[in-house]
């Protein structure tokens, strides 16, 4: 079987699709090798020019983090849970190895930050289980690596990967030998391939511990074209990309040459010559064979003769600069937008807008999405593909460390995705405060304004959130609150929440539970004076530290 592999190369055309597609993605995502993209636009410009073209052409790098951007929100969700399906004493060791599965990475951080990238740029590339030193971790193979390879749904029958040097020398092997690494259901081959024969190196060769070939592409995205191929996030967008690709190296080249002003004068005959243009039989050389002197310093006077009626005067019209048309370039600039646009749509099935001006707040640039629900939808969709790689990973170390006949993990990331800022979310929740939207709506709000404004912040967002059950009326200002007319002790509750509140410490906060809290506070302001003069108001902002005091 692995003479006829390594013979025939039976899924030849299916690793050509999956490097192709590779080595699009790459040139998109990193610009590399940019210029095999950018061939002469034929009639309408010379070698010379593509040469100026490809030298000055930015890539599409910033463009395809942009596009990318909203995958980060995938990590930062809330909620989500991992059911180890162990004995308490195993859960405890399964946990402990997820925590430090490769180089010091947790598994969840592992799959951000090695699977992520690669469901993008290489949606045909695996991750392989790899068995070292009694030891097993995930690793990322490229499709570039492949000699061949047989999906199995989103595993694979068999994969044969090209050795580099670097390879065999790690292994002990003689560099100069074409070796190829086979690995199917029973062994993890090393084989030489010499004369169209096959050697398997038995010393470099083990059993396959795991039954399976240890690997799970990285794309659960049917390519239709394609028997076995899988799709990136952004292959819907790579012939957009593209276009955006060849008018943004149309624009650049069109900026050098139009954006300098041009400089033009009447030239007078060239002293040198008296405007023959020769001397001595040879080009001028003063004037280069032109005939015509320019004023080349600003010491240099032009002399002109009185105006009469055939010579009407030019003054000041004697020289100046031809400035190039705006034209062009408002069209190209444009026309860049709709096509980062239409992108962003294609992906995201939403459209983002400028949020430029918000009541009563200064002029900002912030981008909102103007429907979130499709962005939902299909970071739900990556979101079931990142667990089922982090699944896969998990079970195959618990099987492989811990319980040989183990049945299985059950991965789920949070759902709760923050895909707008938090100043898009806090104005959300004014507008339905103001329009008297029920209290449920209002807490679902207030707590995706929290959460998308400590996203990076766990310790302060639990703090919060936990607050926001401890303030009596939480969505009303003190005035507000006031004109209810409420029992005394919730009214000196909601008067001097925040002076309690700056008592406490955040330790304090993080160890009492919500019902200790509440009786904390009613305690501590039980005592006030609901005479006194209540303090002056506090207006919720989205950088208040009350919440919505």
Sequence with gaps: MIKDILLTNPQKALVAAAQKANKKLRMHMYGANIEAELPTIDGFESN??????????????????????????????????????????????????????????????????????????DPNGMILMEVQNGVTYPTYKASSGYYDYLPKGSGLDYVVFKTTAQDKKAAGIDQSWIVYRVIDDAFDYYVRWQDAEATILWSNT?????????????????????????????????????????????????????AFPKYWEYADDCTE????????????????????????????????????????????????????????????????????????????????????????????????????????????????????????????????????TYAGSSVNYGKRFIVESPDVIWNKYSDAR????????????????????????????????????????????????????????????KLYFSQWRATLNDAMILSFSVETLVQMLYEATATKDVTLAPPAPVIPTPDSSNKAA
């Excluded at 955006?244 to 050098?256: A, E, N, P, R, W």
């Design 48 to 121: 010379s020019l593509r040469e100026l073209r490809i030298r000055y052409t930015r890539s599409n790098k910033d463009l395809m983090s942009r596009m990318g951007r909203p995958v980060d929100k995938l990590f930062s969700a809330t909620g989500g849970s991992i059911y180890y399906n162990l004995p308490d004493a195993q859960e405890a060791k399964a946990r402990k190895l997820a925590s430090d599965v490769r180089n010091g990475f947790a598994l969840k951080k592992w799959i951000e930050s090695y699977w992520t990238p690669h469901v993008k740029d």
């Design 206 to 258: 083990f059993v396959n511990l795991f039954g399976v070939v240890p690997a799970i592409l990285n794309s659960d995205i049917v390519d239709p074209d394609n028997d076995g191929c899988v799709l990136s996030i952004f292959s819907e967008i790579v012939d957009l990309a593209q276009e955006f690709l060849v008018k943004g190296s149309i624009k650049i080249t069109s900026d050098f040459m139009h």
């Design 273 to 404: 010559c008296g405007g023959s243009g020769f001397k001595d039989s040879d080009p001028c050389p003063a004037c280069k064979g032109t005939a015509k002197r320019g004023m080349v310093r600003v010491s240099d006077i032009k002399l002109l003769a009185w105006p009469d009626k055939d010579n009407p005067a030019v003054t000041p019209d004697v020289a100046g600069y031809v400035e190039p048309s705006k034209i062009y370039y408002e069209i190209a600039v444009q026309d860049m937008a709709d096509l980062e646009d239409a992108m962003t749509y294609t992906i995201w099935g939403s459209h983002k807008a400028d949020r430029t001006q918000v009541e009563g707040q200064p002029v900002t640039a912030t981008q909102a999405f103007i429907d979130t629900q499709p962005v939902n939808d299909r970071l739900a969709h990556i979101s079931a593909m990142a667990e089922k790689r982090h699944k896969f990973v998990l079970d195959k170390i618990i099987q492989f460390n811990i319980a040989e």
């Design 434 to 493: 103001e329009s008297g939207a029920s209290p449920e709506v209002l807490r679902d709000l207030l707590t995706e304004y929290y959460e998308a404004k400590y996203s990076s912040d766990p310790v302060k967002l639990a703090i919060v959130l936990k607050l926001m059950d401890v303030e009596p009326f939480v969505h009303n200002t003190i005035l507000e609150v006031q004109e209810f007319k409420p029992a005394d002790e919730d009214w000196k509750a």
